[in-house]
């Protein structure tokens, strides 16, 4: 099984896990480029060693296909802390099971998986999505709505529920007038400044999380 990490630092993961963010966008790697390809049919093909012309959605580029299941990245210690303070028996067994794996080789606490998520085993998540749609756009493309499936969040000063006083990616310390406005915003942050007005081409990966974690 794969994992696959969203930026703590904005919500990103907690949105997952709350079901509020239900798509994430991927910057196709740059070597991609280096080969012969075009677009067509609303997505990109590139020319393999035999001559044939692959779906990049197909190809080792991407990073997830429809209907894969993948683990959403976690750090050991996060992992812990929230099954301390839960009632999931399913998730916390399997979790147990494979501390005590772990732990034959390594000191728990010392494995750099504990505080950073970059290093945890994807077999030892609790929690996964599974993909529901691959498709390929350049970056500038997202709608509104799908900047809302990116985990922009609504706020309201008033009790009035509609429409929204704002827009914000970061809890409310940031307000802007436009979930558009607010997602250039966050994809800087997250992919680096400058990435909105380069306009890359990017997978847009629709999932949907899977209820548990553990199957």
């Known amino acids: ?25 991927r ?13 067509k049919n609303g997505t990109l093909w590139y020319e393999n060693s035999m001559g044939d012309f692959i779906d990049v959605r197909n190809s080792k580029y991407a990073l997830c296909k429809v209907g894969e ?5 976690q750090s050991y210690c996060s992992i812990a802390e929230e099954l301390e303070n839960s009632n999931n028996a399913t998730c916390a067994a399997h979790y147990e099971k494979n501390v005590q794996k772990a732990s034959e080789y390594i000191s728990w606490m010392e494995h750099p998986g ?18 529901t749609d691959v498709r390929v756009e350049h970056l500038q493309d997202i709608s509104d709505e799908d900047c809302l499936k990116e985990g922009i969040e609504t706020f309201y000063y008033g009790n009035c529920k ?5 827009y914000t990616f970061d809890g409310g310390k940031s307000h802007f007038n436009s979930p558009r406005e607010a997602f250039v915003h966050l994809i800087d942050k997250v992919s680096g400044k400058g990435t909105w007005e380069r306009n890359p081409y990017v997978f847009v990966y629709d999932f949907e999380f899977v209820k548990n974690g553990i199957k």
């Open 1 to 25: 099984m794969k994992k696959i990490m969203f930026n703590d630092r904005y919500g990103l993961t907690r949105a997952v896990l709350d079901g509020r963010k239900t798509q994430t966008r």
């Open 114 to 131: 504990f505080n950073n998520k970059m290093f945890v085993a994807a077999d030892m998540m609790i929690h996964h999505i599974r993909i």
């Open 162 to 166: 509609f429409p929204p006083d704002g």
């Open 27 to 39: 910057i196709i790697p740059k070597d991609f480029f280096s080969l012969t390809w075009d677009e």
């Open 69 to 73: 299941v993948v683990a959403v990245a």
